[in-house]
Nanobody
């Protein structure tokens, strides 16, 4: 089955930077776009950013706009999340997701990678 694998999480001081990556593993499927979500302890999962290939449409949550950058790897179905000016409120488990077709929802999810921002 298709799996998404995230990497790059860790502990960083406030104001620092971290770069996350996500790539499919296993059976190859057609992917139209990918996105990042995060969930802090005791809170609901929230949308962070997304990137759809066909028109290079990028969307950011207001909370990360101007600080985070989502990008696509040259190889294809890999996405990165460059996180700058990190704040303690950014602490969460970050997960990536993939969509097989625009408008069809998020079909695949990764296990998540922990990002901890200390003050």
């Amino acid at each position: 089955q298709v799996q998404l694998v995230e990497s790059g999480g860790g502990l960083v001081q406030a104001g620092g930077s971290l770069r996350l990556s996500c790539a499919p593993s296993g059976r190859t499927v057609s992917i139209s776009g990918m996105g990042w979500f995060r969930q802090a302890p005791g809170k609901e999962r929230e949308f962070v950013a997304s990137f759809f290939w066909s028109d290079s449409r990028i969307v950011y949550a207001d909370s990360v706009k101007g600080r985070f950058t989502i990008s696509r790897g040259n190889a294809g179905n890999t996405v990165y999340l460059q996180m700058n000016s990190l704040k303690p409120d950014d602490t969460a488990v970050y997960s990536c997701a993939a969509s097989r077709a625009r408008g069809s929802g998020w079909a695949y999810w990764g296990q998540g990678t922990q990002v901890t921002v200390s003050s």
